[in-house]
Structures are given as structure tokens and as C-alpha cells.
């Protein structure tokens, strides 16, 4: 089982998953990143903020295959294997990115070209749904129980990585390859051709890993893997639902959004509004296994309590003061405290979700209730954010956020701590 694995072979394993995982995630936020760019070629002409909408419901719309695509791939992983289901998620993904690299514009083929744009995404938003529930299945059979909150947290890590490798990209673009108009013309294919090279590269990585103990020890004599067979854990699910509910939004909220927010609101260029977006996220990606280590010690729920509480009391006077910001390091430091509140719930939320699972349905059960509560209010920030500031009442987004917190906060409350009553180890138990 994955606790007799020495250091060296759990390394490799963890690193096979995790590089995936980047280049999932870079394919998948690129279009965020690049939408300031890409917006007008692929929908009617308007207004910026319009046009960012728009980009943004196909960025929504596409977060509506993830429970489709949690489904399948999570029933993929649990009855042929993870490594397998990760092999094909990343396949769909730089298919893709690659499918955006080469679609004409909207002034040459006018609709077809938003049709391109949103079959693209739903391709993706199936690969992505399938890619978290295997992924945090994967990295959390693999880690050793003494550190699995830390090995667990390299899943965003590698996330964040790769919309922070999207964005140095842009940075590299905006300041020393293209000029402002080069980039609005061409220069926004050059991030999903370098997608879809990277996934397809990623392929021969992901051959290699190791399949986890877990699934291949209880291969053999297990129930198989249904949507009936996870209606037997109901409390299960709809704590992943909850759990997920204020985390999702939250994440999107100031990782994704604050490049279009410090422009489109507080007034930025958008070189510098890229620049302050990729700084922040730095130091969200140190914090991920720092915080992880940290509930190997004390427990996953101080954590989640953690986040609950302080995004209950700070998210409305943390998104304001973005609004307000009048320099870069004023923008960066309000980004990087919003970013410091969900940590506490990012770098652990993976674990906790695969606790909770006996190992035949744990894909499943991790992908697909989380895929569904991300799709309804994650894919949903930027568009119901762009939409309040449209209608002219910006700041009932910051009170949307709030709300959503404090609802999690219930869950976190009222639920037991997965370290302490981890269905992982109980499976280690059985089959040791």
C-alpha cells in the first residue's frame, strides 16, 4: 500500500500527477488570462465590459459539463484505474486548447466562430471535471498518512502554477515579443498552441506513473462504481457540496477574476493588472503546502473554520478595497490577502474530499458533487460579478461572496475532522 513506498518512488508518482495537473490547468485558465485579448473575435462588437461578459458566460458554460464530466471520468476511474483516467483527461483538454489556437474569427465566419469557441470549452469542461475528483483521489492514496495534507496540497499548487505559467506568458507577450496590437490581432493563439503542445507531451508522462495501491489492492472484490452506489454516502456528498460552496467562489473570486477587476473597475492597464495578478498568486502557491503541513499537525478543520470565519468577516471590505486600489502594490496587497483567507480552504480541500470515500467510489465521490456545486457557483463568479457592475450595483457581488462563505461555515462547523475518521487509512487497514 502507498504507506510502504519509499520516499523516492511516492516523489516520482506525486510529480507524474501534479505536471499533468499544471498543464491541465494552464490550457483551462488561459482563456481567462487572455480573454482582455480574445473577446472581440469571437463575439459581436460592444463595449468591454460586453464583451468580457460574454467571454465570461462561455467561461460559465463550460463549467456545466464538469459534473458531466466528473460522472464519467470519476466512473472511469474508480472501475479501470486512475492513471488511465488522467491519461484521457489531458488528452481532451490540449484537444481542446488546440481546437481555439485555429478557429477564424468572428468578422470571418460570425457565429460559427462563438460555436467553436463554446464546443472547445464544453470538451474542456469535460476533461477538467474529471481531471480534480482523479487527481485529488490520486495525490491522496499516494501521500503516507503522516503527510498527506502536504503532498495533497500540491494539487493547487500545480493549479496555480499553471494559470501562473499562462500568465508569465501574457507578461513575456506584453512586454518584450508583441505590441499591444499584435496581441489583440494574433499574439492570443500563441497561449493554446503552447497548450496543446504541452498536453499532448504530457501524455508520455503520465504513461509512466504508478497506479495507487488503493484501487489495485480492491480491484477485484469490490462494488462497482455507480451513481446508485454513491447514493449510499448522502452525508458524504452533501458535505462536499457544502464544503465547496463558499471555497469554489471564493478561489475564483481572487485568483481568476482580480486581472479583469483591477482593469475593468479600479482602472489599470492591463500589463500591470497582469503583473499584479501573477505576484499575488505566487505567494498563494508557497501558502498551499505550508498550510497543508500545518493540518498534518492540528487537524483539516481549524482550517476550514479558519476560512469560514475570516471570509465571513473580511470578503466584502477585501473586494472593495481591490475596487479602490490606486497602485499596483495597493492592488497586490488587497489580492494577496484575499488569497491568504482561502488558502485555508484550497490547500486542503482536496484531502478532505477523499477522506471521506471508500476507495471504489472515492473519484467519483470527490469529482463529481464538487464538479457540480463549481459549475453553479465558481464558473459563475466572474459573469455574476461582471453582471452586478453592469446593472450598476458592484458591490452586492462582495455580499454574494459573503453569504456563500458563511454557508460553508455551517458545514465546516457541524462536521467531523476527516484526519481523525479518514476512510483512506480504514482502507489501508483492510487490505494491510
Same mark, same amino acid.
Given at each position: 500500500?502507498?504507506?510502504t513506498?519509499?520516499?523516492?518512488?511516492?516523489l516520482? =508518482?506525486?510529480?507524474?500527477g =501534479?505536471?499533468? !495537473?499544471?498543464v491541465?490547468?494552464? $490550457?483551462?485558465?488561459?482563456y481567462?488570462?487572455f480573454?482582455?485579448?480574445?473577446?472581440?473575435?469571437?463575439?459581436?462588437?460592444?463595449?468591454?465590459?460586453?464583451?468580457?461578459?460574454d467571454?465570461?458566460?462561455?467561461?460559465?458554460i463550460g463549467?456545466l459539463?464538469?459534473p458531466f464530466?466528473?460522472?464519467?471520468?470519476?466512473?472511469?476511474?474508480?472501475?479501470?484505474?486512475?492513471?488511465?483516467?488522467?491519461?484521457?483527461?489531458?488528452?481532451?483538454?490540449?484537444g481542446?486548447?488546440l %481546437?481555439?489556437?485555429v478557429?477564424?474569427?468572428?468578422?470571418?465566419?460570425?457565429?460559427?466562430?462563438?460555436?467553436?469557441l463554446l464546443?472547445?470549452?464544453l470538451?474542456?469542461?469535460?476533461?477538467?471535471?474529471?481531471?480534480y475528483?482523479?487527481?485529488?483521489?490520486?495525490?491522496?492514496?499516494m501521500?503516507?498518512r503522516?503527510?498527506?495534507?502536504?503532498w495533497?496540497?500540491?494539487q493547487?499548487?500545480?493549479?496555480v502554477?499553471?494559470?501562473?505559467?499562462?500568465?508569465?506568458?501574457?507578461?513575456v507577450?506584453?512586454?518584450?515579443?508583441l505590441?499591444?496590437a499584435?496581441? $489583440?490581432?494574433?499574439?492570443?493563439?500563441?497561449p493554446f498552441?503552447?497548450?496543446?503542445?504541452?498536453?499532448f507531451?504530457v501524455?508520455?508522462l503520465?504513461r509512466?506513473?504508478?497506479?495507487? $495501491?488503493a484501487?489495485?489492492?480492491?480491484?477485484?472484490d469490490?462494488?462497482?462504481?455507480?451513481?446508485?452506489?454513491l447514493a449510499?454516502?448522502?452525508?458524504?456528498? %452533501?458535505?462536499v457540496?457544502?464544503?465547496?460552496?463558499g471555497g469554489?467562489l471564493s478561489?475564483?473570486?481572487?485568483t481568476t477574476y482580480?486581472?479583469?477587476?483591477?482593469? !475593468?473597475?479600479a482602472?489599470?492597464?492591463?500589463?500591470v493588472?497582469t503583473e499584479v495578478?501573477a505576484?499575488?498568486?505566487?505567494v498563494?502557491?508557497?501558502?498551499?503546502?505550508?498550510?497543508?503541513a500545518?493540518s498534518?499537525?492540528?487537524g483539516?478543520?481549524?482550517?476550514l473554520?479558519?476560512?469560514?470565519?475570516l471570509?465571513t468577516?473580511c470578503?466584502?471590505v477585501?473586494? !472593495?478595497?481591490?475596487?479602490?486600489a490606486?497602485?499596483?502594490l495597493?492592488?497586490f496587497?488587497w489580492?494577496?490577502?484575499?488569497?491568504?483567507?482561502?488558502s !485555508?480552504?484550497?490547500?486542503?480541500?482536496?484531502?478532505v474530499?477523499a477522506e471521506?470515500?471508500p476507495?471504489?467510489?472515492?473519484a467519483?465521490?470527490?469529482?463529481?458533487?464538487?464538479?457540480l456545486?463549481?459549475s453553479l457557483?465558481?464558473g459563475t463568479?466572474?459573469?455574476?460579478?461582471?453582471?452586478?457592475?453592469?446593472i450598476g450595483?458592484?458591490n452586492?457581488?462582495?455580499g454574494y461572496?459573503?453569504a456563500?462563505?458563511f454557508?460553508?461555515?455551517?458545514?465546516?462547523?457541524?462536521?467531523?475532522?476527516?484526519?481523525?475518521?479518514?476512510?483512506?487509512?480504514h $482502507?489501508?487497514?483492510?487490505?494491510?
Amino acid at each position: 500500500m502507498a504507506s510502504t513506498m519509499t520516499p523516492a518512488r511516492r516523489l516520482r =508518482s506525486i510529480f507524474s500527477g =501534479s505536471a499533468g !495537473n499544471l498543464v491541465e490547468w494552464y $490550457d483551462w485558465l488561459a482563456y481567462s488570462a487572455f480573454a482582455i485579448y480574445f473577446a472581440p473575435h469571437f463575439f459581436p462588437k460592444g463595449d468591454a465590459t460586453a464583451q468580457l461578459l460574454d467571454a465570461a458566460a462561455v467561461f460559465a458554460i463550460g463549467f456545466l459539463m464538469r459534473p458531466f464530466g466528473g460522472w464519467l471520468m470519476g466512473l472511469f476511474a474508480d472501475r479501470h484505474g486512475r492513471r488511465p483516467a488522467l491519461m484521457l483527461s489531458v488528452l481532451l483538454m490540449c484537444g481542446g486548447s488546440l %481546437l481555439i489556437a485555429v478557429s477564424p474569427g468572428y468578422d470571418r465566419i460570425g457565429l460559427g466562430a462563438t460555436a467553436i469557441l463554446l464546443l472547445a470549452r464544453l470538451v474542456q469542461g469535460i476533461s477538467l471535471g474529471g481531471e480534480y475528483g482523479t487527481s485529488a483521489t490520486y495525490l491522496s492514496e499516494m501521500a503516507d498518512r503522516a503527510h498527506r495534507g502536504f503532498w495533497s496540497s500540491f494539487q493547487y499548487v500545480t493549479m496555480v502554477t499553471g494559470q501562473l505559467v499562462a500568465m508569465a506568458l501574457l507578461i513575456v507577450l506584453q512586454r518584450f515579443l508583441l505590441s499591444e496590437a499584435q496581441l $489583440d490581432a494574433w499574439g492570443w493563439r500563441i497561449p493554446f498552441v503552447v497548450g496543446a503542445l504541452l498536453g499532448f507531451s504530457v501524455l508520455v508522462l503520465r504513461r509512466t506513473m504508478a497506479e495507487t $495501491d488503493a484501487f489495485a489492492s480492491t480491484a477485484v472484490d469490490r462494488p462497482r462504481a455507480s451513481l446508485r452506489e454513491l447514493a449510499k454516502y448522502p452525508r458524504e456528498v %452533501l458535505t462536499v457540496a457544502g464544503l465547496t460552496l463558499g471555497g469554489t467562489l471564493s478561489y475564483y473570486t481572487f485568483t481568476t477574476y482580480p486581472q479583469k477587476f483591477l482593469v !475593468n473597475t479600479a482602472g489599470f492597464d492591463k500589463a500591470v493588472a497582469t503583473e499584479v495578478s501573477a505576484a499575488s498568486l505566487l505567494v498563494f502557491i508557497v501558502l498551499q503546502p505550508l498550510l497543508g503541513a500545518l493540518s498534518d499537525r492540528i487537524g483539516r478543520r481549524p482550517l476550514l473554520i479558519a476560512f469560514g470565519v475570516l471570509g465571513t468577516l473580511c470578503s466584502y471590505v477585501v473586494l !472593495n478595497g481591490i475596487a479602490g486600489a490606486t497602485t499596483p502594490l495597493g492592488a497586490f496587497a488587497w489580492i494577496v490577502a484575499g488569497l491568504a483567507i482561502v488558502s !485555508n480552504y484550497t490547500s486542503i480541500n482536496a484531502v478532505v474530499k477523499a477522506e471521506l470515500f471508500p476507495a471504489h467510489i472515492r473519484a467519483l465521490g470527490v469529482g463529481f458533487p464538487y464538479a457540480l456545486t463549481l459549475s453553479l457557483f465558481g464558473g459563475t463568479a466572474e459573469y455574476i460579478a461582471l453582471w452586478f457592475k453592469r446593472i450598476g450595483h458592484e458591490n452586492w457581488f462582495y455580499g454574494y461572496v459573503t453569504a456563500c462563505i458563511f454557508v460553508s461555515l455551517l458545514v465546516y462547523l457541524s462536521m467531523r475532522d476527516p484526519m481523525h475518521h479518514s476512510r483512506i487509512d480504514h $482502507d489501508h487497514e483492510q487490505t494491510g
